[in-house]
């Protein structure tokens, strides 16, 4: 990815570059827009990360954080390295970030990919500013109840009243069984869906009598794999895009229904856990299909709305509740402008945050800080 931002009437408000030689720390902050509040964004560790790559992850939280009208503007950080260091390289390469970033008030650190609450701790006790602690400290641990795969279930829910089939025996499809996809088949199935196929980074396994949610939740919660499963059709990784179901929940990576494989998808609702899993051509031709492909930024935004109710102070099932009711809302308001307008849910859900900021903005002296 190449390292040059672009710059707009949104923002980015700042971008501030970090360098501590004395733990190798190197690190970088954008602060995209905080016309709704404080941003919050996760803190990403990674060999590979870029100023750019920093700069779209906190529009991307602008737009999310917007939409599910949260009092919080978009942000992210990255840090440059292996994630797997040493845990005292780690800490104190974390500590120094958010040392330095102590007067940064507008900027809330939140666990991301190499990063979790253990690190989330060590940012709090230097700086006290973050979401996705330990539970003891008042922490809401997302990942193990599940935050973002419940929303991306009430997502699934609403967008079922647009297409021509039932909750009741649905069959569904997720691509990567982690945090978000797991959660998302248990509280799928709970609503009388039937899980027929699952993938993770090792193969895929389909069983079109359907699959045990809770025997693959275990599997995978004991370090295996799906394909560890001793029922099912054991296929590669990838045969997950060529399974008949009504439902598919990319959870894994991003762009991977793009322009070479869409036409292979059969399923009748996308909703999207994982971030930008569909490229925009790819979301172009399912609208032509008439596949209804839930954005990103609606359906998966239970993470970041659990990350503020902790914040707040909120308890686990107030959180629970406001993810519900939030991503309820959007999904109907994005569908419904979707259908009036004739637009894809994208552009629908894209104008809906652009409007929410932009109204925020003109409550403001200074348009971006
Ligand atoms: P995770 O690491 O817990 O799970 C990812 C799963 O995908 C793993 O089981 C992995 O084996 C599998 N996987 C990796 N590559 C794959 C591939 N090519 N094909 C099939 N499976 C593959 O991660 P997660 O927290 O569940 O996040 C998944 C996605 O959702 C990421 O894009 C993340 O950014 C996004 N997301 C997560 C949250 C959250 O609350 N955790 C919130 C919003 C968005």
């Given at each position: 990815?190449?390292?040059?931002?672009?710059?707009?009437?949104?923002?980015?408000?700042?971008?501030?570059?970090?360098?501590?030689?004395?733990?190798?720390?190197?690190?970088?902050?954008?602060?995209?827009?905080?016309?709704?509040?404080p941003s919050i964004g996760g803190l990403r560790m990674a060999a590979d990360v870029s100023v750019a790559e920093c700069a779209r992850l906190?529009?991307?939280?602008?737009?999310?954080?917007?939409?599910?009208?949260?009092?919080?503007?978009?942000?992210?950080?990255?840090?440059?390295?292996?994630?797997?260091?040493?845990?005292?390289?780690?800490?104190a390469r974390i500590r120094a970030f958010a040392c330095s970033l102590r007067h940064e008030h507008n900027y809330i650190f939140g666990p991301d990919m190499g990063t979790d609450e253990g690190c989330m701790a060590w940012v709090n006790d230097e700086i006290g500013r973050c979401v996705?602690?330990?539970?003891?400290?008042?922490?809401?641990?997302?990942?193990?109840?599940?935050?973002?795969?419940?929303?991306?279930a009430h997502a699934a829910q609403v967008a079922i009243e647009y297409c021509h089939f039932d909750m009741h025996g649905a069959r569904v499809v997720i691509q990567g069984f982690g945090a978000v996809g797991m959660h998302a088949a248990r509280f799928l199935s709970e609503r009388g869906a039937i899980l027929v196929g699952a993938s993770d980074s090792r193969g895929a396994v389909y069983d079109e009598g359907g699959l045990g949610v809770a025997e693959l939740i275990a599997l995978?919660?004991?370090?295996?794999?799906?394909?560890?499963s001793p029922s099912g059709e054991k296929l590669e990784r990838d045969a997950?895009?060529?399974?008949?179901?009504?439902?598919?929940?990319?959870?894994?990576?991003?762009?991977?229904?793009?322009a070479g494989n869409v036409e292979r998808l059969k399923a009748k609702l996308v909703v999207q856990g994982a971030n930008i899993p569909v490229t925009e051509e790819a979301e172009n031709t399912l609208h032509e299909r008439n596949v209804l492909s839930i954005p990103d930024f609606i359906a998966n935004a239970g993470g970041v709305i659990c990350g503020a109710m902790e914040f707040h102070g909120a308890t686990?099932?107030?959180?629970?509740?406001?993810?519900?009711?939030?991503?309820?809302?959007?999904?109907?308001?994005?569908?419904?402008?979707?259908?009036?307008?004739?637009?894809?849910?994208?552009?629908?859900?894209?104008?809906?945050?652009?409007?929410?900021?932009?109204?925020?903005?003109?409550?403001?002296?200074?348009?971006?800080?």
């Open positions: 990815m190449g390292d040059e931002i672009e710059f707009d009437d949104l923002g980015p408000l700042k971008v501030i570059h970090v360098h501590e030689p004395s733990v190798g720390l190197k690190a970088i902050l954008v602060v995209d827009n905080v016309a709704t509040g906190a529009r991307a939280m602008t737009l999310k954080n917007a939409a599910a009208r949260l009092p919080h503007g978009g942000g992210k950080s990255v840090m440059f390295g292996d994630p797997k260091m040493t845990r005292d390289e780690k800490e996705g602690l330990p539970r003891e400290q008042g922490g809401i641990p997302l990942d193990e109840i599940g935050a973002t795969g419940w929303g991306v995978k919660t004991a370090g295996k794999s799906v394909i560890d997950v895009i060529d399974m008949e179901c009504e439902i598919w929940v990319p959870a894994a990576r991003p762009d991977v229904i793009n686990e099932g107030a959180a629970m509740n406001a993810i519900a009711e939030k991503i309820t809302r959007n999904t109907r308001e994005v569908l419904e402008a979707s259908r009036r307008d004739g637009k894809t849910p994208r552009a629908a859900a894209v104008e809906l945050a652009n409007r929410r900021v932009r109204r925020a903005m003109d409550n403001r002296r200074w348009s971006l800080f």
